[in-house]
């Protein structure tokens, strides 16, 4: 590629700063402007410590940008799930059945930072922070931002402009307004929202409950999931609809509702969250929506990428790895199709896509699953299954989210495929009393042969 | 209901015209705006016959508003489709096994005139033309209109303020972007277009192919299709790649390729439209695009109905019939809850979202079916077998096509759902040489079997 290119990154989020690392070490001139402050020099939590759930296709960015032992260090490995039940009873789920195999749990602002001093050896490229995009003028290839501390609004030009602007972005909403093409565009709201609560380290700085699982309160309507953070502190965040329900977000408007509906719905919990009440009341709550959209580019000019292409509710954990997958993805039609723009952005977005698509619909349904399923007699015996058939035969099978989550050479649709393939499988099989055999190759067989007969049937019906 | 109720209805349109009727027929004061001038004086067509297919679910709501006869009156049936290969020869695919079963071919106009007819015979009802509708504040229940002659603006409020203006809706518009609540919104566009043209009548003002049928000329990547008019003439439409594909409309940019293109895919067809050139120049081409959303009403005071809030693409012949049966549904709610507005509203919703996404989803696959399937021999054989099973069990088999089209008391979802399992079953017993016994008897029990199979599997793995 031309190595002179101008290039210009609206969004110095995860998404943003892995791409401008990793277009400055391919030798570009990058300039990125962010709207919020350095986090690394400001304090930009409002008092919340957020984490995220970091796994293999994220791994495998942050290795090519030569930054994966950096992340690590800063990891907290999740083996599991470990269901909390309302009697206060609680038993685990493992992620995977093979030895090792981990989600690991990292905060956002301190991997946000790694990426960004990394990214600033190079010389380059420039951050600029406080300059907020307020447009993109996607025929002339300009973009307007407003520096928030010196009121100054400036334009500026580009060979090149990526979004990565996250779930609102600008340059998306640019597409949107100017009709300049035929724009597919969706955002669909769960009925649910969300709220961030925090269970601090006891008096010594540990952790109160075990780190070595995301921990899940399932509730059927409701739920609570909570993420270990690196001082002993656990991120909690309560899943609620917002106004249905016997319990809502709109209804809890009282110290005295919100305090029994813990005590109630959640009473371990409760016990680790000093202050619920005000908590719960001072933190603000979030929407869940997920984004999709086509096109993501604009004649070879401009490009969304990360969550401002795609943004996906947070139930499958993926939504980082995802916009680190992209940055993976892109890097390699960059060394296919050298500076040709508009086919590198048209063939990324035609490989990436049903990839993207795929991990939003699969989150969208995890959603369900881990506020219903986790506590559904069929559904665990085919995850206790599962855990077996792994542990078994380690290289030959891989549950759905084993292949989502810790196999980065399968793509998100395939996964999506072939995991909904022999999910059902297993679940009709385990419903038929087909699986009681005590002779593990014989399930495992029997599975396999399942998911094959489904995913031909499917077929031959012309389904994808 | 409180029959003294202010009712502002925003587009005169078929779904707007009869909920107006309706409306005004249960004693309502009902006032409509429109944009457009009458179109029962006024030539709005610009030169262009619009047809449409009027079914089941149509002629039921028309039916209940008394002027089912009338809309008769306009109708040609049309029995089946009529294939018209690329050399020339046809062959037909009847709709159903059913004696007498039909879609019909009417004006958009003609039947839109009769229903503003009907609805200004009452005198609780007024229809006011010309008049835009600008914006709509969903707060205080106010809509604000440009008259189009007297340049007059002018703000109008109302107790309830229906959105039956169409696909582009201003309300929906509101709702959009004044974020007073979170609202899922989706625009899908499929990457084809469409274009109008015309087969004139003969010189003794008849048809010059058979009016009985729908004429389709399938090529897979695009195809033309041809719907009667009572004056004689065709209404075609060409439906091609926008920009993809060998042939696209972006490419046809001359007199010679467009006479080229028609001559080499439609040769018969071409033989039929005088000056294609020119009337493929002359009209303009059209996007295909799906709108969904939710929520379709805001406090009890205002509401989206038909395209507004659920635009469909064309392919299933559906989209007049599903606003229609808006209306059907919705006048039963008034029944149930009296002046209830906000439980009729939400009430209305949560029936017939399902409903209308399922039209939406059927429709985006009947246009890979028309264009491709009708030539798929196993797709073909099934469509034989089921024109065969409902002709000797007309009272037990429906294929979904008759489920969609023919049966108004079995819901769009309904259809959808047992529709596509019993197109997998006999996709597959077919592809397995499962259905080759000459007892029909026999043939119909393997194909129920085998779809109560395919839903049960489905219930147990959790799907819909």
């Known amino acids: 590629m031309n190595k002179k290119e101008n290039i210009l990154i609206i969004g110095a989020g995860l998404c943003g700063s892995l791409l401008a690392l990793r277009l400055a070490q391919r030798g570009c001139n990058v300039t990125v402007y962010e709207s919020r402050p350095d986090l690394r020099t400001t304090d930009i939590s409002a008092g919340r410590s957020i984490n995220l759930a970091l796994s293999d296709r994220g791994f495998k960015a942050l290795r090519l940008a030569g930054v994966e032992k950096k992340a690590r260090k800063i990891c907290i490995p999740m083996y599991g ?228 292409a795609h943004a996906v509710v947070p139930f499958y954990g993926q939504g980082m790895n995802a916009s680190f997958e992209d940055v993976t993805v892109f890097d390699t039609l960059l060394d296919e199709y050298d500076d040709n723009w508009e086919t590198i952005f048209k063939t990324f977005q035609k490989i990436r896509k049903p990839d993207t698509d795929a991990i939003a619909d699969l989150a969208v349904e995890n959603y369900f699953e881990m506020r219903d399923h986790v506590s559904n007699p069929l559904f665990k015996e085919k995850r206790k299954i599962e855990m077996v058939l792994e542990k078994t035969f380690p290289k030959t099978y891989f549950s759905k989210y084993s292949m989502v989550t810790f196999n980065e050479d399968i793509s998100y649709f395939e996964a999506m495929k072939k995991g909904r393939a022999q999910d059902k499988a297993i679940l009709n099989l385990l419903d038929d009393g087909e699986l009681n055999d005590t002779n593990l190759n014989v399930i495992l067989k029997k599975v396999q042969e399942a998911t094959n007969a489904i995913l031909e049937d499917d077929k031959i019906a012309g389904l994808k």
């Open 81 to 308: 799930r470990l269901i909390h039940d309302i009697q206060g009873n609680t038993f685990s789920s493992n992620y995977s059945g093979r030895e090792g195999e981990s989600i690991n749990s990292i905060s956002r602002g301190d991997l946000n930072g790694i990426l960004l001093t990394e990214a600033e050896k190079y010389d380059n490229l420039t951050i600029h922070f406080n300059s907020k995009c307020t447009a993109v003028d996607i025929e002339n290839n300009t973009a307007t931002f407003k520096n928030y501390q010196t009121k100054e609004v400036f334009t500026k030009n580009a060979d090149v402009i990526f979004g990565t602007d996250g779930a609102g972005s600008i340059l998306r909403k640019s597409y949107y307004l100017e009709h300049k093409f035929l724009f597919s565009y969706s955002q669909n709201y769960l009925t649910h929202g969300y709220k961030e609560l925090e269970i601090p380290a006891d008096a010594n700085g540990n952790h109160q409950i075990s780190k070595d699982y995301l921990h899940i309160w399932p509730r059927g309507d409701y739920m609570l999931i909570a993420l270990p953070n690196l001082d002993g502190s656990f991120t909690v965040t309560l899943f609620l609809g917002h106004e249905e329900g016997v319990y809502n977000f709109k209804q809890l408007d009282s110290e005295a509702k919100i305090t029994d509906f813990f005590k109630t719905q959640f009473p371990d919990a409760l016990k680790l969250i000093p202050n619920i009440a005000k908590e719960f009341a001072n933190n603000p709550t979030g929407a869940l929506g997920t984004v999709k959209c086509s096109p993501w580019q604009y004649q070879g000019k401009t490009l969304l990428m990360g969550d401002a």
